[in-house]
């Protein structure tokens, strides 16, 4: 089961070396450079999403544990440093962690280590609640920040 | 003379008022009487004028009947005259203007047509093509590295791609030919030689057909008129060579239009037709 992704990817990156071949043979001057820098434009999104995949599988299981670590552990702060202004980074951080949960790994080429980050930066917040109160949203925040930047560019 | 008695000066002064204001009334009614007879007068004469304007209406009327009528005459005239002997000029054939003359006036304006580089364009467009094909080879060794990279370096892999998305959106620019202004210079100077000859042999037989009197073919009278229009017979020539040279050059054969359908895309046959559109409606009206 793990072996497939890495399987698929060196195919991927043969597939890629191959295709690189033909263009350096061709060079930028000849008249067939556009059409097979294309091709080689799509070996190369394959790598990259084979790459993906290997990451997802990767870290699929660390992300939901961090997740579930996030959940129990904003249950914990809510109970032992009841606060309301540490609601908010509490809740906040529930939430990215229900996010996670349900989907570790999302679909774009950089996103399951974004989400990695993102889920981290939750927990880290959590853990930080009891002694910033609401000022540990900042950090959630910062996370989300970032996972949207590395999915969504 | 003063008078003492101030009454009695009052009432001098009020009769010399009151027969001023009696020589007033009077001016009055003489005044009303001459305005009248004169509105009388000027009445009469615009029925007058009105009854002529009427008049000179149906003249015009019947006038523009008659020559309605002798237009249709003439139409009939000139169909018999096209039906009978009478000998007809031909300007539909050009045996004497050969393939490699036309292929030669095409050419040339295709070379007038095509955009040609100066030397400092081409400079930059060489630098943009070193520039590009630099890129290039960066992008492919970018694309080599990721053929290698380990699954969890992400960075390097980011960097990589990022490397390798600088070329593909890119095109490399055309390279300007060393030898391409030449050869359009001189395919240009041809070019006008035979545009020149060819508009020698086709004024000729036009003059021809003028000095002989002969019938000018359908397409020819419904773009130039019937003749030169006076006094400009030189330009008429002028713009009936270049129609008929039009012709030749972009094989129209159409009997009734001289033109042909009008070209969709611009160009020396656009600028030319519109040309020749606009001449020749301005000789059909002189």
């Known amino acids: 089961m793990a072996a497939e992704p890495f399987a698929r990817l060196a195919d991927r990156q043969h597939a890629l070396r191959t295709a690189l071949r033909a263009l350096q043979a061709a060079g930028p001057g000849s008249p067939e450079f556009p059409a097979l820098l294309a091709d080689t434009d799509k070996e190369v999104e394959a790598v990259l999403h084979a790459r993906r995949d290997v990451e997802a599988a990767r870290l699929t299981v660390p992300n939901r544990a961090i997740a579930a670590g996030t959940a129990v552990a904003a249950l914990v702060v809510v109970i032992g440093w009841f606060d309301g202004w540490s609601l908010l980074s509490v809740l906040l951080a529930v939430a990215v962690a229900a996010a996670v949960l349900v989907d570790p790994v999302g679909r774009n080429i950089w996103e399951p280590r974004a989400r990695t980050g993102a889920i981290v930066a939750a927990l880290l917040a959590v853990l930080l609640t009891p002694l910033a109160h609401g000022w540990a949203a900042l950090a959630v925040v910062a996370g989300v920040a970032w996972w949207a930047w590395r999915t969504l560019r | ?103 030669k006036i095409l050419a040339g304006q295709e070379a007038y047509a095509r955009k040609t580089f100066t030397p400092q364009e081409a400079k930059n467009t060489r630098k943009a093509i070193a520039e590009y094909d630099r890129a290039a080879h960066e992008a492919i060794d970018a694309a080599e590295a990721l053929t290698t990279l380990p699954p969890n370096a992400e960075a390097l892999w980011r960097k990589k791609y990022k490397q390798w998305r600088t070329v593909t959106g890119k095109h490399r620019p055309e390279a300007p030919d060393e030898n391409e202004h030449a050869k359009d210079t001189a395919a240009k100077s041809a070019g006008n030689e035979a545009v020149a000859q060819a508009r020698e042999l086709i004024r000729t037989r036009i003059e021809g057909a003028v000095a002989q009197d002969l019938l000018f073919p359908a397409w020819f009278e419904n773009m130039l008129g019937p003749a030169a229009p006076p006094g400009k017979a030189d330009d008429w020539l002028y713009t009936a060579t270049d129609v008929v040279l039009y012709r030749v050059l972009h094989d129209v054969t159409s009997p009734a239009s001289a033109l042909g359908s009008p070209p969709q895309e611009q160009g020396h046959r656009r600028t030319l037709h519109d040309r020749l559109i606009v001449e020749c409606a301005d000789y059909r009206k002189a």
């Open chain 2, 1 to 103: 003379m003063k008078n003492i008695d101030p009454v009695k000066a009052l009432d001098d002064k009020v009769e010399r008022l009151k027969k001023d204001l009696k020589q007033l009334g009077d001016r009055i009614d003489n005044t009303q009487t001459d305005a009248a007879q004169q509105q009388l007068s000027t009445t009469n004469q615009i029925r007058d004028t009105t009854r002529k304007i009427a008049k000179t209406n149906e003249r015009v009327t019947e006038l523009a009947d008659s020559v309605h009528r002798l237009e249709r005459l003439l139409v009939a005239l000139n169909r018999k005259v096209r039906a009978g002997e009478t000998q007809k000029a031909d300007f539909d054939t050009w045996p004497e203007i050969e393939r490699s003359l036309i292929a």
